[in-house]
């Protein structure tokens, strides 16, 4: 099991990345997949998860309606649309595979996202 993060960087507030998680190794299609972060002397904190055929996806509320979390089964894919970005976001982002609510088996070696003025 493979999976690798991309498309971190540095951002001021209010701007716009998008994450990628390319996955292989397993059937990607067949697991729901999620976004961790960890901030700078915090503990992982769960961001959002996404099931198997896309169609239900899950948000904290620190992030709902700010963050949208989509997947490409087709490119073994996953993403994560960071719009509205604040300094509170800033973090090292990971994708996991997922097995049940907050349990994870599989992590990327993850992506910095840092939101600065």
């Known amino acids: 099991v493979q999976l690798v993060e991309s498309g971190g960087g540095m951002v001021q507030p209010g701007g716009s990345l998008r994450l990628s998680c390319a996955a292989s190794g397993f059937t990607f299609s067949s697991y729901d997949m999620s976004w961790v972060r960890q901030a700078p002397g915090k503990g992982p904190e769960w961001v959002s998860t996404i099931v198997t055929g896309g169609g239900i996806t899950y948000y904290a509320d620190s992030v709902k309606g700010r963050f949208t979390i989509s997947r490409d089964n087709a490119k073994n894919t996953l993403y994560l649309q960071m719009n509205s970005l604040k300094p509170e976001d800033t973090a090292l982002y990971y994708c996991?595979?997922?097995?049940?609510?907050?349990?994870?088996?599989?992590w990327g070696q993850g992506t910095q996202v840092t939101v600065s003025s």
């Open positions: 996991a595979r997922t097995l049940i609510t907050y349990e994870y088996d599989y």
